[in-house]
Each structure stands twice: as structure tokens, then as C-alpha cells.
């Protein structure tokens, strides 16, 4: 597990709209999910997901939590703190 500062992960800054959280829509399209999906999966609207990724507002841990799960990832992938997912790792060894 990496080492960082929390606040690393709150003063991402956005430009032009971009995400921040880029792993987390490269596993949202990776698995076909639409946004509405995977909003409805973690219970919330389509806006406030789109607000996590763009990172307007902090992601819950609880939903990041689920997003690892539904993803096969852990947290610091979805973050951007780790590079690789652990189910891309056990793809490319089998």
C-alpha cells in the first residue's frame, strides 16, 4: 500500500472538466457500465457521481469501498495511487 497524505487526494485540482479520478471511469468502460449504472449500483445520482470523479466533491469511503468491490480493485487503484488493478494483474498471468 502506498504511503501518501490525505490531502493529496483533496487538493486534486480539474481542469476543463477532467476527471480526476480517471481509474475509476477507464473500470466504469472497462466493464460496459453506463454512468446512470454504476450510480444506481452505489445509490446515488448520476450528478453526484459524476461530481466524485470530477473531484468536486470527496468520494465517500463507503462508495469507494463498493466501487473497489465491483471492480475487482483496490481503493488506491480507483484513487490513482496505485497503477494497476488487481484484476487486470491476474488477467495478464492467466
Do not use: H, W
Not at 500500500?1 to 479520478?21: R, S
Not at 471511469?25 to 466524485?52: C, H, N, V
Amino acid at each position: 500500500m502506498l504511503d501518501y497524505n490525505k490531502n493529496e487526494i483533496e487538493n486534486l485540482e480539474v481542469e476543463g472538466g477532467e476527471y480526476v479520478f480517471s481509474n475509476i471511469e477507464a473500470e466504469r468502460g472497462r466493464y460496459q457500465l453506463t454512468k446512470e449504472d454504476l450510480s444506481k449500483a452505489l445509490g446515488i445520482s448520476s450528478k453526484t457521481y459524476l461530481s466524485y470523479v470530477r473531484g468536486e466533491r470527496p468520494i465517500p469511503s463507503d462508495k469507494l469501498l463498493k466501487m473497489a468491490a465491483l471492480f475487482s480493485c483496490s481503493t488506491d487503484y480507483l484513487l490513482g495511487l496505485d497503477v494497476a488493478c488487481a484484476s487486470q494483474q491476474t488477467r495478464k498471468r492467466g
